[in-house]
């Protein structure tokens, strides 16, 4: 696609279940991350991907938050048992490699809400 | 850890006048980059425009440009002209050479005023 894509735009559940988030990144793009961006905050790291496997996943807050990236595109950000904490906006951004000198082309984000 | 400080929440600009965006970093490395995001509210961040470590120089991208003071470890934006479009929240962030991340401040609403 023409840019990084991400689903559901919006997402309400209750405390206590589970939930998916997608990413779509630009197509070609070796490089993805996830961003957590809570209500009045600055995006705070949460994983990056280089091809399929996790370089680095050291911005999971706990072990509710899982992320895979089977085939090396599409990304799925998984919470298990939601809290309310959990409650923000989850960014998405991919770059071709994921160097000093690439640009990182970002998603329009998923609100998430739990009730 | 890198940090990133931006220490005004809000600021307000009148049409076709110039403002300032404050940044400060902290960090060990000599390798990074320094970056100015933009989100409007459809929440999609934006690059206004980007800073090489090593480049002396400071950016710019027309109406936008950077003052880049490696030593007091400051990224001030200076958006010209401003325009009713340009406002949104202003994100500072760093790209670290060896986390391959993205820090983030906390942000400037910036207010474009007709």
């Known amino acids: 696609g023409a840019g990084v894509s991400q689903t559901p735009s919006n997402k309400v559940t209750e405390k206590g279940k589970y939930v998916e988030l997608r990413c779509d990144p630009i197509?070609?793009?070796?490089?993805l991350y996830w961003y957590r961006q809570s209500l009045g905050q600055g995006p705070e790291f949460l994983i990056y991907?280089?091809?399929?496997?996790?370089?680095?996943d050291s911005g999971l807050p706990n072990d509710r938050f899982f992320a895979v990236r089977p085939e090396g595109s599409v990304s799925t950000l998984k919470i298990q048992r939601t809290e309310r904490g959990d409650s923000a906006v989850y960014l998405c951004?991919?770059?071709?490699?994921?160097?000093?000198?690439?640009?990182?082309?970002f998603g329009q984000g998923t609100r998430l809400t739990v009730v | 850890a890198q940090t990133v400080t931006q220490s005004q929440p809000e600021m307000s600009v009148q049409e076709a006048e110039t403002v300032t965006l404050s940044c400060t970093y902290d960090?060990?490395?000599?390798?990074?980059?320094l970056f100015w995001y933009k989100q409007p509210p459809s929440r999609q961040m934006i690059l206004v425009i980007r800073?090489?470590?090593?480049?002396?120089q400071n950016a710019t991208e027309n109406r936008f440009s950077v003052n880049f003071q490696k030593a007091a470890k400051s990224f001030s934006l200076k958006i010209s002209d401003s325009q009713l479009g340009d406002a949104a929240m202003y994100f500072c962030?760093?790209?670290?050479?060896?986390?391959?991340?993205?820090?983030f401040g906390s942000g400037t609403q910036l207010t474009v005023l007709p």
């Open positions: 951004a991919s770059s071709p490699k994921g160097g000093l000198n690439t640009e990182a082309f």
């Open positions: 197509s070609g793009h070796t490089a």
């Open positions: 991907f280089q091809g399929t496997g996790a370089a680095d």
């Open positions: 960090t060990s490395e000599s390798d990074y980059y």
């Open positions: 800073q090489e470590a090593y480049k002396q």
């Open positions: 962030a760093y790209f670290s050479g060896s986390a391959r991340q993205l820090t």
